[in-house]
């Protein structure tokens, strides 16, 4: 990461001990390991979401395509990412209790079938 040697890290480990003592440094390497991982964690958390969002926005632009396009005539891709959105879309209207995490896999079913449903609505 930060593509420090051997030697450099027995130059930092002297210097540390010479400046902070032998009672401090053990102190003061915990508390930069602490700030070093939280900052890793806050780059982790900050990259999946942005990985999160770039998907969200990806479904939205093949579902505008889609509405452009007509359900009839969609790609087999462009379909499934339709499907992803609208079960996304409904898994965040659902509460979030522990009684609907096992009816939770009923509603996913339906969502397969209310594309079928609209698509004959728009055809007719």
Same mark, same amino acid.
């Given at each position: 990461?930060?593509?420090?040697?051997?030697?450099?890290?027995?130059?930092?480990?002297?210097?540390?001990?010479?400046?902070?003592?032998?009672?401090?440094? %053990?102190?003061?390497?915990?508390?930069?390991?602490?700030?070093? =991982?939280?900052?890793?964690?806050?780059?982790?958390?900050?990259?999946?979401?942005? *990985?999160?969002?770039?998907?969200?926005?990806?479904?939205?632009? =093949?579902?505008?395509?889609?509405?452009?396009?007509?359900?009839?005539?969609?790609? %087999?891709?462009?379909?499934?990412?339709?499907?992803?959105?609208?079960?996304?879309?409904?898994?965040?209207?659902?509460?979030?209790?522990? *009684?609907?995490?096992?009816?939770?896999?009923? %509603?996913?079913?339906?969502?397969?079938?209310? %594309?079928?449903?609209?698509?004959? *609505?728009?055809?007719?």
């Amino acid at each position: 990461m930060f593509d420090i040697g051997f030697w450099e890290l027995i130059l930092i480990s002297i210097l540390g001990l010479v400046v902070l003592g032998p009672e401090r440094l %053990p102190v003061a390497i915990r508390s930069v390991m602490r700030f070093v =991982n939280s900052a890793k964690s806050m780059a982790n958390n900050v990259k999946e979401e942005l *990985d999160h969002e770039l998907k969200i926005q990806e479904l939205q632009e =093949n579902l505008r395509k889609a509405e452009k396009m007509g359900m009839e005539e969609l790609a %087999p891709d462009l379909k499934q990412s339709v499907e992803e959105l609208k079960q996304a879309a409904q898994s965040v209207q659902q509460p979030y209790k522990k *009684d609907d995490a096992t009816k939770g896999s009923e %509603p996913v079913s339906s969502p397969a079938e209310a %594309p079928k449903a609209k698509s004959s *609505d728009t055809a007719s």
